[in-house]
């Protein structure tokens, strides 16, 4: 599966934004989808996970009340909502797959996406 992830962007403490991750080249609900950030100078940590079905949502404890994770699949995308965005929410976001569970550790994930950068300004 090819990954492209899209909607990052320069944007002010506060503001929101919708992040995108599409998928194309197998079949999309097959796959788990997470999504990952990288600060700068810091390593790849993750954010949030949902299951093939939607029905299930994973969140890492740092961005739990800010960020929404979802996915149309019809669309083949999966969309990380980001609301009241902190001058640390700056990083390259990266979405992921990988079949079977859920999962919160990078390397579970078998493909990757090329990134979008996020930076916030305070």
């Known amino acids: 599966v090819q990954l492209q992830a899209s909607g990052g962007g320069l944007v002010q403490a506060g503001d929101s934004l919708r992040l995108s991750c599409a998928a194309s080249?197998?079949?999309?609900?097959?796959?788990?989808i997470g999504w990952f950030r990288r600060p700068p100078g810091k390593e790849r940590d993750f954010v949030a996970a949902?299951?093939?079905?939607?029905?299930?949502?994973y969140y890492a404890d740092s961005v739990k009340g800010r960020f929404t994770i979802s996915r149309d699949n019809d669309k083949n995308t999966v969309y990380l909502q980001i609301n009241s965005l902190k001058p640390e929410d700056t990083a390259v976001y990266y979405c992921?797959?990988?079949?079977?569970?859920?999962?919160?550790?990078?390397?579970?994930?078998?493909?990757w996406g090329q990134g979008t950068q996020v930076t916030v300004s305070s």
């Open positions: 949902i299951s093939q079905s939607g029905g299930y949502l």
């Open positions: 992921a797959a990988r079949e079977y569970y859920v999962a919160g550790v990078r390397s579970d994930y078998e493909y």
């Open positions: 080249g197998h079949t999309f609900t097959n796959y788990a």
